[in-house]
């Protein structure tokens, strides 16, 4: 059984501040150390699982968060900016499941540190008319592949956000949010053990199917300014609904995930010069 991980970071336990996750934050170096926690316990439920074969896909910011040498598991790792497909980079149809650990809820939904891939350009988005985190939209590259998302970890919120796309995922949840900036955690060691625990078991009698969207889908992203939504029509088959909302429509969904991540590239500049 081959088993990719993507991780991000928010959704981890005991992380509930930009500065446990930014590098040089001050407290970086606990959020790396509480991730590692939780991928190792994640490997490890999968190995014993069966997994012959795990990689690591390192997704939060710079993406290269985690000591290659501390992963368990002899698993591979992948990390490094500018992935064509970022939080999916490295899935392809020989891989048997999809495990989203860390995952946090998406920019309207009050979880801790919520955002949908840039906080400061992008304010909501829509697939298929139904609000989404990273978690549906990356589950537009599982469907390409027609790989099945088993596991979600996070707070209360990043399991029935994803289970619109992906059909019998299983929630595993480490943390509970208060607000955007507030959560109430796990003790560490039981939320890995939960998380091992969990992954061991839906990867032992694996219930869910790779993502189905009806065709064509349809991404509805509102964005922070006018400059921004202008910006984003420069892409072909991105259109203008609102003063700060654009849609995009395609029938195939990797390639309608790569026209949202250029977009998201492309107004990242307009981030950048203010």
Known sequence: MKVYISVDLEGVAGIADWEQCIAGGD?????RDLALGEVNAAIDGAVEAGASEILV???HSFMRNLPPTELGGHAS????????L?????????????????YHAAMPTPGILSHTYNPRAIANVTLNGTVTGEAGINALVAMHHGVP?????GDQYVGPEAAPFCPGITAIEVKRSISRYAAEHLHPHIARQRIREGIYQALSEPSAAPPVLHLPATLEIQLISPD????ATWLRGVERVTSTTVRCED???MRLFGTFMTLVSLTRSLVETH
């Open 77 to 84: 790792y992948l990390s490094g900016r500018f992935k064509p």
């Open 86 to 102: 970022y939080m999916m980079e490295g899935l392809d149809p020989s891989y048997d499941v999809v495990i989203m650990l860390g």
């Open 251 to 253: 029938d195939d969904p």
């Open 149 to 153: 998302v088993e596991v979600i970890t």
């Open 57 to 59: 896909n390192d997704s």
């Open 228 to 231: 921004m939504a202008e910006q």
């Open 27 to 31: 407290d970086y170096a606990l959020g």
